[in-house]
């Protein structure tokens, strides 16, 4: 992860660089050539999926000559990505970013015991039939909608039974597929309340600028700038809705028209299932920058 990458680029390194230093420990190490279950758990692989995201746009602003403040009209990330979008855009520090990251997942992680939550995803069906699923399977417990992702993609979180309930209400509704998804932990829910304290006295501490392009929030889907709206905007985030098909919408609502991922290509299909009119790129390697450099 990230090792071609840091190979092929002195700005990469950098980035991968300050992140070890941040964390005091070589994350780099682990992305580059360590174990896939040590790098997967979510502790590390908030901070790493960040790093590698950060060092395409750092490729991409030194050797592409591509500016953020110059071609975006907004940034936004889907879940731990919107700490991503909130250090392109300068309201956090890289190194803040690193650890208020490793700091999440290691309170997700601890929120809740292994096994007791999950979360599914549930094909097929639009928002409003999943909440009526998610209500129906709770049955004293905890099942809400954390993911809103795009039209016929919506993921649900909570107890364990419960989730597995929604999954055989959602067949019942016309879901086409609905399955459990490979997490350790229910996030989004209400069951990731210890977390969520556990951000709100991190992000106290942190400093903390008006990002100078505008975010596009995950909870309220629409444009936040002042510091303590954006602090507020991630506790709540921990435990609420990722808005990602609404925030989509607003910003194709806004007038843009081109969206661009950086680090993985995961919300790129997400989008143009979203606007097809839309074009949507992503770069996570060289090829990759070098195409979205020579289109911007």
């Not at 990251?101 to 292994?114: D, F, I, N, S």
């Not at 597995?164 to 997490?183: D, E, F, N, W, Y």
């Amino acid at each position: 992860m990230g090792k071609a990458l840091a190979a092929a680029s002195p700005a990469a390194r950098a980035v991968f660089e300050e992140v070890d230093s941040a964390l005091g420990q070589h994350l780099s190490r682990l992305m580059f050539d360590g174990s896939l279950t040590e790098l997967t758990l979510t502790e590390n692989a908030q901070p790493a999926i960040m790093a590698l995201s950060i060092a395409v746009l750092r490729v991409l602003e030194a050797e592409g000559g591509i500016s953020v403040a110059d071609k975006a009209a907004f940034v936004a990330g889907h879940s731990l990505g919107e700490y991503s979008a909130l250090c392109a855009a300068g309201a956090l520090t890289l190194a803040d970013t690193a650890r208020l990251l490793r700091l999440r997942g290691q309170a997700m992680q601890a929120a809740v015991p292994v096994g007791v939550g999950a979360m599914a995803v549930l094909i097929g069906l639009d928002l409003d039939k999943c909440i009526e699923a998610a209500a129906q399977a709770a049955q004293g417990e905890v099942c809400e909608v954390a993911n809103d992702n795009a039209p016929g993609q919506v993921v649900v979180s909570g107890h364990t039974e419960a989730v597995a309930r929604a999954i055989t209400i959602a067949k019942t509704m016309g879901s086409r597929h609905s399955v459990l998804l490979p997490v350790s932990a229910p996030f989004h829910c209400s069951l990731m309340a210890p977390a969520a304290e556990a951000m709100r006295v991190a992000l106290a501490d942190v400093a903390l600028s008006a990002p100078f392009v505008p975010l596009v929030s995950n909870v309220t889907a629409d444009v936040v700038a002042a510091p303590d709206s954006v602090r507020s905007g991630l506790v709540a985030q921990v435990t609420g809705r990722v808005r990602w098909r609404e925030s989509i919408l607003m910003m194709t609502a806004a007038g843009v028209s081109n969206f661009v991922e950086l680090g993985a290509k995961v919300l790129t299909p997400m989008v143009k299932r979203i606007t097809p009119d839309a074009t949507a790129e992503s770069a996570a390697d060289m090829a990759g920058i070098e195409l979205v450099a020579s289109k911007l």
